[in-house]
């Protein structure tokens, strides 16, 4: 039995005891986490240098196999794959550990729930017995001062009416303190009894959790044990291997292997010449030259060869000598130039003996030239096929519109100024510099966008044949009247009014929320979500009070900011919103001043920075940053969630900030990232239905649209509204309403759109209309991708109130835009 240390030693004249322990206990929680997250790491540690062994393992295997060492390889690989195999058990084992620790972690927090519930009735008591105790104090003071004032009056010999009056205030101060008196001892006889219990009950909790914590860390120091025995087994093994592996083992081994015979040449006797024979089987021999290409030759007069045979030989594929003696008369394999034309050599028709390359003649002069009769015929394709060469004029048509496709490995684009070295298309980041979507590839979401006139695009593959450039003035739309815009005759017609089943239904009262002047809460580090396709370069709106972040004083009220960035992705197949997908996410990011640093540095304990996150119940999941804060996850209210700082670790986080970039006036710090409950189409800003008709000469295309408030926190306008349609089969020509822009290099459409709200024609309800004339149609219906943003409002509805004295809210920023929002037929 351990002894009641929490019993005795957490009473005090204030009664924090209680405060102290329960606290205490909370800490059980954050201590399991760190050993959790300590257990992980290791086996991520593990398991890298299980894959580095197993690595180095293939790596001895293909060294050489050369040579009487060679063998000794194999020792090398079996056993480091030996070990990388023991420290991928280690791994195994320490997952296993982390499931109980984490099983151990959710019973903790159940058992401490719990516990909070029991000992809420000593709360109560600690609470009732500090506030009788300054009740008491208070009266014992006006007690002792009238009587003060009693015994002075009478001294002085003031009338008996005021004696008698002063002394009626006393004897209510005697029973007003008497009161409190019996009062107190009341709540102290309970207040004892049940801190007592509870004091115990907290050593309790400790002493189970110590030892459950000491049984994980003996499981863990088990299984490393176990592992460095698998490992001292193995080096043994290895050594043994080593020392059993002796010099003579490895040269016999060689020997075996490699040996090339045990028999020695015999002995050769000297023998006489005999004349007769020698001279009979004597026959005059040919010689070769030996000639370097491209050189001139020295004559030789034993030579009955010219090196031209060489030459030839070689023209064969072979190299000199290769094949032997080539009769290139009848090999039939011609030399051939650069353009593919055959070359033929001069023909004497008077000496049939010059017809050949060979040349058995001393007296040639090779300082003078060789001359060559050269027949020109044009080369067979090795496939059979003839294809008709064009003229002059068709293959200048033909060079004026060709368009080079991408390699894989990056091309040269010229641009206006300069020639620039554009990056592959898979390597590009996929963000917009211009919130531009006309380089966009919906289906590609690491294709790069930019700007066709400044800088150059990602090269996107186009078709091979010509292209026709679109005729200047073919559509001139009519003035756009006061109701939604009618196609004209025989111009957009093809696809016929479909009304789209949207929902949720519109609300007729919600207008967008008044912009704010804008605020400096933000430094060279945007507060936007890199998530966001066009929100990182957008100006925000908001309101920001208080002091230069320069001249903060310990004892003022420290100023931060907040921020709130969402990214919606949507996709919409065809006009049935059971098929919409929706994803939304966001993160949530506190700005502090420059100033704050050295309020946190100079004093050794800052108030804890406290704040609730409100509408949590909207959120599906939540990840807060748990290098710098804390939570209670036995809090029982659904919709909020309170969190509080490491301070210890904020204070280092933004000491560390300030010596990276001292002339910041305002560091940023990522709080948590959570995912939003998405209820499919009613959770999305801009509701979509795209229609294509497709025949083999034209393609008509429509895309519905509308605004959802109700998918908003606080209804406001879509701004920055694009769309992009690719569109193939050879656009020849296109019509639009409103008007459109066309690439004809990437063959796509861009529609850029005014603000979309409540407040513009037909409440935000609209369609897009395109016809395209084609050259080689028909064409394949694709995904369209539409951008868009809003400032001052999320849809989430998340928000946060600061907790607790000593900080104060100076701006509040909410934003969302698009991520990957697209729409199919």
Same mark, same amino acid.
């Given at each position: 039995?351990?002894?009641?240390?929490?019993?005795?030693?957490?009473?005090?004249?204030?009664?924090?005891?209680?405060?102290?322990?329960?606290?205490?206990?909370?800490?059980?929680?954050?201590?399991?986490?760190?050993?959790?997250?300590?257990?992980?790491?290791?086996?991520?540690?593990?398991?890298?240098?299980?894959?580095s062994?197993?690595?180095?393992?293939?790596?001895?295997?293909?060294?050489?196999?050369?040579?009487?060492?060679?063998?000794?390889?194999?020792?090398? &690989?079996s056993?480091? =794959? !030996?070990? $990388? *195999?023991?420290?991928? #058990?280690?791994?195994? @084992?320490?997952? /296993?550990?982390?499931?109980?620790?984490?099983?151990?972690?959710?019973?903790?927090?159940?058992?401490?729930?719990?516990?909070?519930?029991?000992?809420?009735p000593?709360?109560?008591?600690?609470?009732?017995?500090?506030?009788?105790?300054?009740?008491?104090?208070?009266?014992?003071?006006?007690?002792?001062?009238?009587?003060?004032?009693?015994?002075?009056?009478?001294?002085?010999?003031?009338?008996?009416r005021?004696?008698?009056?002063?002394?009626?205030?006393?004897k209510?101060?005697?029973?007003?303190? &008497?009161?409190?008196? =019996? !009062?107190? $001892? *009341?709540?102290?006889? #309970?207040?004892?009894? @049940?801190?007592? /219990?509870?004091?115990?009950?907290?050593?309790?909790?400790?002493?189970?959790?110590?030892?459950h914590?000491?049984?994980?860390?003996?499981?863990?120091?088990?299984?490393?044990?176990?592992?460095?025995?698998?490992?001292?087994?193995?080096?043994?093994?290895?050594?043994?291997?080593?020392?059993?592996?002796?010099?003579?083992?490895l040269i016999?081994?060689?020997?075996?292997?490699?040996?090339?015979?045990?028999?020695?040449?015999?002995?050769?006797?000297?023998e006489?010449?005999?004349t007769?024979i020698?001279?009979?089987?004597?026959?005059?021999?040919?010689r070769?030259?030996?000639?370097?290409?491209?050189?001139?030759?020295?004559?030789?007069?034993?030579?009955?060869?010219?090196?031209?045979?060489?030459?030839?030989?070689?023209?064969?594929?072979?190299?000199?000598?290769?094949?032997?003696?080539?009769?290139?008369?009848?090999?039939?394999?011609?030399?051939?130039?650069?353009?593919?034309?055959?070359?033929?050599?001069?023909?004497?028709?008077?000496?049939?003996?010059?017809?050949?390359?060979?040349?058995?003649?001393?007296?040639?002069?090779?300082?003078?030239?060789?001359?060559?009769?050269?027949?020109?015929?044009?080369?067979?394709?090795?496939?059979?096929?003839?294809?008709n060469?064009?003229?002059?004029?068709?293959?200048?048509?033909?060079?004026g519109?060709?368009?080079?496709?991408?390699?894989?490995?990056?091309?040269?684009?010229?641009?206006?100024?300069?020639?620039?070295?554009?990056?592959?298309?898979?390597?590009?980041?996929?963000?917009?510099?211009?919130?531009?979507?006309?380089?966009?590839?919906?289906?590609?979401?690491?294709?790069g966008?930019?700007?066709?006139?400044?800088?150059?695009?990602?090269?996107?593959?186009?078709?091979n044949?010509?292209?026709?450039?679109?005729?200047?003035?073919?559509?001139?739309?009519?003035?756009?009247?006061?109701?939604?815009?009618?196609?004209?005759?025989?111009?957009?017609?093809?696809?016929?009014?479909?009304v789209?089943?949207?929902?949720?239904?519109?609300a007729?009262?919600?207008?967008?929320?008044?912009?704010?002047?804008?605020?400096?809460?933000?430094?060279?580090?945007?507060?936007?979500?890199?998530?966001s396709?066009?929100?990182?370069?957008?100006?925000?709106?908001?309101?920001?009070?208080?002091?230069?972040?320069?001249?903060?004083?310990s004892?003022?009220?420290?100023?931060?900011?907040?921020?709130?960035?969402?990214?919606?992705?949507?996709?919409?197949?065809?006009?049935?919103?059971?098929?919409c997908?929706v994803?939304?996410?966001?993160?949530?990011?506190?700005?502090?001043?420059?100033?704050?640093?050295?309020?946190?540095?100079t004093?050794?304990?800052?108030?804890?920075?406290?704040?609730?996150?409100k509408?949590?119940?909207?959120?599906?999941?939540?990840?807060?940053?748990?290098?710098?804060l804390?939570s209670?996850?036995?809090?029982?209210d659904?919709?909020?969630?309170?969190?509080?700082?490491?301070?210890?670790a904020?204070t280092?986080?933004?000491?560390?900030?300030?010596?990276?970039?001292?002339?910041?006036?305002?560091?940023?710090?990522?709080?948590?990232?959570?995912?939003?409950?998405?209820?499919?189409?009613?959770?999305?800003?801009?509701?979509?239905?795209?229609?294509?008709?497709?025949?083999?000469?034209?393609?008509?295309?429509?895309?519905?649209?509308?605004?959802?408030?109700?998918?908003?926190?606080?209804?406001?306008?879509?701004?920055?509204?694009?769309?992009?349609?690719?569109?193939?089969?050879g656009?020849?020509?296109?019509?639009?309403?409103?008007?459109?822009?066309?690439?004809?290099?990437q063959?796509?459409?861009?529609?850029?759109?005014?603000?979309?709200?409540?407040?513009?024609?037909?409440?935000?309800?609209?369609?897009?209309?395109?016809?395209?004339?084609?050259?080689?149609?028909?064409?394949?219906?694709?995904?369209?991708?539409?951008?868009?943003?809003?400032?001052?409002?999320?849809?989430?509805?998340?928000?946060?109130d600061?907790?607790?004295?000593?900080?104060?809210?100076?701006l509040?920023?909410?934003?969302f835009?698009?991520?990957?929002?697209?729409?199919?037929?």
């Open positions: 039995m351990i002894t009641p240390y929490f019993l005795e030693n957490f009473w005090g004249e204030k009664n924090n005891g209680f405060d102290v322990l329960y606290h205490n206990m909370k800490h059980g929680q954050i201590s399991s986490k760190e050993l959790t997250d300590f257990i992980r790491e290791r086996s991520v540690i593990e398991e890298a240098y299980a894959r062994m197993t690595k180095l393992a293939k790596s001895a295997g293909n060294f050489s196999q050369l040579g009487t060492f060679a063998p000794v390889w194999d020792i090398f &690989k056993s480091t =794959e !030996k070990l $990388a *195999s023991c420290h991928m #058990d280690l791994v195994r @084992k320490l997952q /296993e550990l982390i499931k109980e620790v984490q099983r151990y972690v959710e019973e903790q927090a159940k058992a401490h729930k719990k516990t909070k519930e029991e000992v809420a000593t709360l109560e008591a600690v609470q009732s017995i500090q506030s009788i105790s300054q009740s008491l104090q208070k009266s014992k003071e006006n007690y002792n001062a009238k009587t003060v004032e009693q015994e002075r009056l009478r001294k002085e010999g003031a009338t008996q005021e004696v008698d009056k002063a002394g009626v205030k006393a209510k101060a005697i029973e007003t303190y &008497k009161s409190y008196v =019996e !009062k107190y $001892a *009341s709540a102290k006889s #309970d207040f004892e009894q @049940k801190m007592a /219990e509870t004091s115990q009950r907290f050593q309790d909790i400790e002493e189970n959790h110590i030892l914590m000491k049984e994980i860390i003996r499981s863990y120091s088990q299984s490393v044990e176990e592992t460095h025995v698998q490992i001292g087994e193995v080096h043994n093994e290895f050594v043994r291997n080593i020392e059993n592996t002796s010099e003579e083992s016999q081994k060689l020997s075996e292997s490699k040996g090339t015979g045990k028999e020695r040449p015999g002995p050769i006797e000297f006489e010449c005999n007769a020698a001279t009979e089987g004597a026959k005059p021999r040919k070769k030259t030996f000639g370097i290409p491209g050189r001139k030759k020295d004559k030789d007069t034993d030579s009955t060869e010219s090196t031209e045979v060489e030459t030839a030989n070689t023209a064969n594929g072979a190299p000199p000598g290769y094949y032997g003696s080539i009769d290139i008369q009848n090999a039939n394999v011609p030399q051939v130039d650069a353009e593919g034309f055959c070359i033929r050599p001069e023909v004497n028709e008077n000496h049939p003996k010059d017809n050949s390359f060979y040349s058995s003649s001393d007296s040639e002069d090779e300082d003078e030239p060789r001359k060559f009769h050269v027949q020109i015929k044009p080369v067979q394709p090795n496939n059979g096929t003839h294809q060469r064009a003229n002059i004029d068709e293959l200048k048509a033909s060079i519109n060709i368009i080079l496709s991408p390699s894989t490995s990056g091309q040269m684009r010229r641009n206006q100024s300069n020639d620039e070295l554009v990056k592959p298309r898979g390597s590009t980041p996929f963000e917009l510099s211009n919130n531009d979507l006309l380089f966009l590839d919906p289906l590609n979401s690491a294709s966008v930019g700007s066709s006139s400044s800088v150059s695009s990602p090269a996107v593959p186009v078709p044949r010509p292209t026709t450039p679109l005729a200047a003035g073919a559509l001139v739309p009519p003035p756009r009247p006061s109701s939604r815009p009618k196609l004209p005759t025989g111009k957009l017609t093809g696809i016929n009014e479909i789209r089943p949207f929902s949720p239904p519109k007729s009262n919600a207008s967008p929320p008044p912009t704010a002047p804008l605020a400096r809460a933000e430094s060279s580090s945007s507060l936007s979500s890199n998530a396709l066009s929100a990182g370069n957008t100006p925000t709106v908001g309101t920001s009070r208080g002091p230069s972040p320069v001249t903060l004083a004892q003022d009220a420290l100023p931060i900011a907040v921020a709130f960035t969402e990214t919606v992705n949507a996709y919409f197949k065809g006009a049935d919103p059971a098929k997908i994803k939304i996410t966001g993160d949530m990011t506190l700005s502090f001043p420059m100033g704050i640093i050295k309020v946190f540095t004093n050794p304990s800052p108030a804890v920075l406290t704040f609730k996150l509408n949590t119940s909207r959120l599906e999941q939540i990840l807060p940053n748990q290098q710098l804390y209670d996850p036995s809090q029982s659904s919709n909020s969630k309170n969190f509080w700082f490491n301070m210890q904020l280092s986080y933004l000491r560390k900030a300030s010596e990276q970039n001292p002339s910041a006036s305002y560091y940023n710090v990522e709080i948590l990232k959570y995912q939003v409950l998405s209820d499919g189409i009613h959770s999305t800003p801009l509701n979509l239905a795209v229609y294509w008709k497709c025949t083999p000469s034209t393609t008509d295309l429509r895309l519905d649209y509308r605004y959802n408030p109700e998918s908003m926190d606080s209804p406001g306008p879509l701004t920055n509204v694009q769309v992009l349609v690719p569109v193939d089969g656009v020849t020509n296109m019509q639009s309403l409103p008007n459109s822009v066309w690439n004809s290099e063959s796509k459409c861009l529609w850029k759109l005014s603000d979309i709200s409540e407040k513009t024609d037909n409440e935000g309800a609209g369609s897009l209309r395109a016809k395209f004339e084609l050259s080689n149609g028909p064409s394949n219906p694709s995904t369209l991708a539409v951008q868009f943003m809003n400032e001052g409002s999320t849809l989430s509805g998340v928000d946060m600061l907790q607790g004295t000593g900080y104060r809210l100076s509040n920023k909410k934003r835009a698009t991520g990957r929002y697209m729409a199919d037929c």
